[in-house]
């Protein structure tokens, strides 16, 4: 049995750092400094109040005529989802379901699709009208919740939150009939999905799939769970844009963010013989786990010098070949710290001289929506041979040996190792090789 | 690359019918029921007033140091459990030549539950006069009085660092999350990663427990459960005309899934209990809340698994039925059934679910179980409360008593709410 080989053909990306391709990547190009102050809700009452939130967000916009009804029952992560789908379809010139006049590009069977998702917070305001109704003498009774109260919900309020909803609404939008899954791994969520849907290239379950991660957890249901775990940037509040600096000296905490980052992966034949634009071969993948991310109050980044290792090793290569590093850099100290040595454990002295890049000055945390989203910030690296500047990295924390910039630099890069660890110990990470047109 | 065969060597269970795999399977054999009126908080006033919940759980009967997981869920505590046993079973814990860095964990587990009583109150005392939440409110009042790690470990994954914590794995990490068909999925794709070689043994199975208000409302709200409050022990009713929907279940199963050669090279071979030989994986790309009615979802998992597998339908001895009891699912399985095995077919099919309920995330890995079982004992289990004939439903359920047949492989089905169908395929492992 041969492996096929997977490429990536087409990308989607919606994040503060801008939606689509192009406008993502004039962002991070520019440096732009692209984290406000929460304006979704009134985050007074917490100690973070800089977000990365998605301007202008709209499914609607996206979906087919016949389904803009669907809209009413996505929770803003599916919406993410969604709209990143479209692009990356779009972008790959991949014809699916959702253009009624036209004929499939790929078999529907033969299309898969695997969005990464996380924990969807429910909207309080919708629970909260109707839990009104069964409040006596100020307190929540659920016996009366029981018999009439939760009858003020939509009926179809469960489907708003599943994980899973992100992967069915884009297979039911998309038409993609093929095999079809629901990562939710936290921050690791997207390279494992890409990996994973890669495989499925690899033992031809599949021609392409959509695949990489998606979550909005900027609601304040996700944000009071956020801060109580105590990761987030708290003294910034007045100066947003800067909050998250990862690797800087000066960092003190992670910005949430919403985010989504899916990649078109394609039978590389396939790909070749329709004339796609090829961006990079998924060439190596490697993911491990640490034993200690169990206590989530220590700082722990999954064991990431071992999933980089195999990543490389899978790849055939050895750290030497590798031309840029996209980091995670939460901008959480003990993380940032942990994440630059595991960094410099696989490379070793060679660490200072291989560029390396960060994203989460610009877009902060995206947790499910990470690494698709830093996956896309790769493979635009290497497309346009340009590593894009680490906002808000100055000065590199005591022991920080990464090769960060906070200008752009031109490099010709071949290889590109893309990694990513969650809060619980999970860590995953992806070897691409630039193709050669 | 030549594909490497994969083994079950390890399982373990936390059900409504019983703490360990052979009393659940001795339950199931008798036909017993595990569901009872809901206890686990009031549900007397829902449309549901009864489910399918383990009875009598304490995480310190099964592990040493239960303190190491005192934060975590109701869920989370069952795959411990499971897990525990599967890992004794598999005899890897005095293996001490296990490179712990190829010791992967690939889980179907379900998000954990809410923090109801101190949520609920939450939101009512940080309710504007003018019906919207005060958000301001939310945060300061949030800080006082929600616990970080209950809300923090309602992140599915968090299961997967608490079996890594418990038998120190550094390998590969994943948590799928295809609703009802999350723990076939990840048997199914842990199966595909030892194939090829990208670890030695994986921990797999899924744990869930939805028996919250909201989940239970949740489902309530979609009319997707039984309400059969009257008939509580029956009332799960899988292919038989009375059926009215699902009965919401908790639970964990766990199995070790581990290199064929690998298991020989540490003399294990006395410890393969099956070998997985196909998985196949579908979406209905239909409707958010229906099945596909043409079944070609299902067909098309169930193809993919046969196809995977190299095998032909007359191979199989007997199905694991999704077999919800949802008047939908069992009329649209059964199409699904006959569109792969042929119009006629007398492959006998059944549904555990009509004793332990709807296990959601763990379902999946559960049944696989019982599948195993079915080889090694040369049994099938029933589907009981069959009684009614529905003329959509006309295959050979197995019903009410279980059944001696020379079992060799066995197809297991699952389908999740949104079309996410998967299928997998055991059999006998010849050494």
């Known amino acids: 049995m041969v492996d096929r080989q997977a490429v990536i053909t087409g990308i989607g990306v919606t994040s503060s750092a801008g939606t689509g391709t192009e406008e993502f990547w004039k962002t991070l190009l520019e440096g732009g400094a692209c984290l406000t102050a929460n304006s979704i809700f009134d985050p007074a009452g917490f100690p973070c109040r800089a977000a990365g939130q998605i301007e202008g967000l709209s499914a609607r916009k996206v979906v087919p005529k016949s389904y803009r009804k669907a809209v009413k029952v996505m929770a803003r992560d599916i919406e993410v989802a969604v709209v990143a789908a479209d692009l990356a379809f779009k972008d790959a010139g991949i014809v699916t379901r959702a253009d009624a006049e036209k004929e499939m590009s790929i078999p529907p069977g033969r299309l898969g699709c695997n969005v990464g998702a996380g924990l969807i917070c429910c909207e309080l305001d919708e629970l909260g009208q109707a839990a009104k109704t069964s409040v006596t003498n100020g307190k929540f009774d659920l016996g009366t919740w029981g018999h009439s109260g939760m009858n003020n919900l939509t009926p179809l309020w469960l489907l708003k939150y599943l994980p899973n909803m992100l992967s069915c609404h884009v297979t039911i939008i998309h038409g993609a009939e093929g095999p079809s899954n629901c990562i939710t791994c936290g921050a690791t969520s997207g390279i494992l999905s890409v990996a994973e849907s890669a495989r499925w290239i690899a033992r031809d379950a599949a021609d392409a799939a959509v695949a990489g991660g998606a979550e909005a957890k900027l609601t304040p249901l996700g944000v009071l769970r956020q801060s109580l775990l105590g990761r987030l940037a708290t003294d910034s509040n007045d100066r947003p844009e800067s909050a998250c600096r990862p690797f800087d000296a000066t960092h003190s905490g992670t910005v949430m963010g919403e985010g989504g980052g899916l990649l078109i992966v394609e039978n590389a034949e396939r790909a070749k013989s329709r004339g796609a634009k090829i961006y990079a071969e998924i060439a190596g993948f490697g993911a491990a786990c640490d034993p200690g991310g169990i206590n989530v109050t220590e700082p722990n980044c999954g064991s990431l010098d071992l999933a980089v290792s195999k990543a490389v090793t899978d790849a055939g290569l050895t750290p030497g070949d590798i031309d840029l590093i996209v980091t995670q850099g939460t901008g959480v100290p003990g993380e940032d710290r942990l994440e630059s040595e595991a960094w410099e454990k696989v490379f070793g002295d060679a660490i ?52 960060l910039a906070s200008e752009p630099r031109e490099r010709n890069i071949k290889y590109a190792v893309i990694a990513a660890f969650s809060v619980g110990g999970q860590s995953a990470a992806c070897v691409l090789k630039r193709c050669e047109s | ?259 064929y050669d690998k298991v020989i090279e540490r003399g294990a071979s006395d410890k393969i209990l099956a070998e997985i030989i196909g998985y196949g994986s579908s979406a209905d790309a239909f409707r958010i809340t229906d099945q596909d009615p043409s079944g070609d979802g299902a067909t098309a998992a169930m193809r993919a698994a046969l196809s995977d597998a190299k095998m032909d339908i007359a191979q199989i001895d007997y199905v694991s039925a999704h077999g919800t009891a949802t008047v939908q699912n069992d009329q649209v399985e059964t199409l699904a059934m006959k569109q792969v095995f042929g119009p006629k077919t007398t492959v006998p099919i059944s549904s555990v679910k009509s004793m332990l309920g709807h296990l959601i995330a763990a379902a999946g890995a559960t049944e696989l179980i019982t599948c195993v079982m079915a080889i090694r004992d040369q049994i099938l289990p029933p589907t009981t409360n069959l009684n009614t004939p529905d003329p959509d439903c006309d295959l050979d359920y197995i019903p009410n008593k279980s059944r001696k047949a020379s079992v060799t492989t066995c197809m297991s089905n699952s389908m999740g709410f949104g079309g996410q169908n998967n299928t997998l395929i055991i059999t006998a492992c010849g050494t």
Request: aromatic share 8%; proline share 3%; glycine share 10%.
């Open chain 1, 352 to 403: 200072c001289d291989i560029p390396a890049m960060a994203i989460t000055g610009t877009t902060g945390s995206l947790f499910a929506g990470q690494s698709g989203v830093t996956l896309a910030a790769g493979v635009l690296a290497m497309w346009n041979q340009t590593i894009p500047p680490t906002v808000n990295f100055n000065t590199p924390h005591d022991g920080c040996r990464l090769s």
């Open chain 2, 1 to 259: 690359m030549n594909r490497k065969r994969v083994v079950i060597t390890g399982m373990g269970t936390i059900n409504p019918l019983g703490h360990d795999v052979q009393t659940t399977w001795t339950g199931l054999l008798e036909g017993k029921s595990g569901l009872s009126k809901t206890e686990i908080f009031d549900a007397s006033t829902f449309p549901s007033t009864f489910s399918a919940q383990v009875k009598d759980f304490n995480l310190a009967d099964h592990v040493e140091d239960a303190d190491k997981h005192r934060h975590a869920g109701r869920h989370c505590t069952f795959a411990i459990a499971a897990a525990v046993q599967a890992w004794k079973q598999s005899g890897l814990g005095r293996y001490d030549k296990l490179d712990r860095d190829r010791l992967g964990i690939y889980l179907g587990s379900g998000e954990g539950s809410l923090d109801f009583d101190n949520f609920i109150s939450l939101v009512v005392d940080a309710w504007n006069e003018d019906d919207t939440l005060n958000a301001v409110e939310w945060g300061r009042l949030g800080f006082e009085r929600m616990d970080m790690h209950r809300e923090i470990e309602q992140e599915s994954h968090m299961v997967v660092a608490h079996l890594a914590a418990e038998f120190g794995a550094r390998g590969p990490a994943f948590n799928v999350l295809t609703a009802c068909a999350a723990s076939t999925q990840a048997l199914g794709e842990a199966a595909c990663m030892i194939r090829r070689g990208e670890a030695d043994a994986i921990i797999s199975g899924g744990a869930h427990s939805m028996i919250h208000p909201l989940g239970l409302m949740g489902f309530n709200r979609l009319t997707a459960l039984s309400v059969k409050n009257d008939e509580i022990a029956t009332a799960s009713r899988p292919f038989d005309a009375t059926r009215d929907g699902f009965v919401l279940g908790e639970g964990a199963s766990i199995l070790i899934l581990e290199d």
